[in-house]
C-alpha cells in the first residue's frame, strides 16, 4: 500500500507544520496527516477537524466530513489539494495568498480568552508571549517528539 493512503502515525511522529503549503494552502498537509491518522486509528492526542483545520474548510467552504470522506478513498497529498482547490467556495491565487498570510501571523490578538492561552502555552515552552499558533505549534511538536 501506498504509504500516503496509510499515513502518518501520529503516536510516533508530529503531523506536518502548518506553516507547510500544499496546492497553495497553508495547513492543508497538516490536516491531510491528522486525517490520515484518524482514518487509521494512530490519530494519538491529535484532533482532526479542529478550530485549525476549520480555519481552512472555512475559509474554502467545504466540511470536514466530506474532506475525510475524499481522503478515505486513498487519494494522494495533490489529489487532496486539487480537491479542496476545485471544491467550496472558489478562490483566486490572491485571495490564496492573503488567507496564507493571515493565519500565518495569527496570534490571537482579537479574542482575549484564545490569546491568554496561547501566551500562557508560549511561555511554558520558553517562546515569546506573542508567538503565533503556528509557530507554538511547531515548537510543541518539536517538544512532544523530541527523543
Not at 494519538?44 to 479542529?50: A, L, P
Not at 495569527?106 to 491568554?116: M, P, Q, R
Request: proline share 2%; aromatic share 10%; charged share 35%.
Amino acid at each position: 500500500m501506498d504509504s500516503y493512503k496509510q499515513g502518518k502515525d501520529l503516536t510516533k511522529e508530529a503531523p506536518r507544520s502548518p506553516h507547510t503549503k500544499l496546492g497553495g494552502f497553508s495547513i492543508l498537509s497538516r490536516t491531510i496527516d491528522k486525517c490520515r491518522a484518524l482514518l487509521w486509528g494512530n490519530i494519538g492526542e491529535y484532533h482532526f477537524d479542529c478550530p485549525l483545520d476549520n480555519q481552512l474548510f472555512s475559509f474554502k467552504g467545504i466540511k470536514g466530513d466530506n474532506f475525510k470522506k475524499f481522503v478515505a478513498e486513498g487519494h494522494s497529498d495533490d489529489e487532496i489539494a486539487e480537491w479542496v482547490k476545485k471544491n467550496g467556495i472558489q478562490k483566486t491565487d490572491d485571495e490564496i495568498k492573503k488567507w496564507n498570510a493571515e493565519v500565518a501571523k495569527n496570534n490571537y490578538s482579537d479574542n482575549a480568552d484564545k490569546k491568554a492561552w496561547l501566551s500562557g502555552e508560549a511561555l511554558k515552552l520558553g517562546m515569546d508571549k506573542d508567538t503565533t499558533l503556528f509557530d507554538w505549534l511547531d515548537m510543541d511538536d518539536k517538544v512532544s517528539y523530541k527523543k
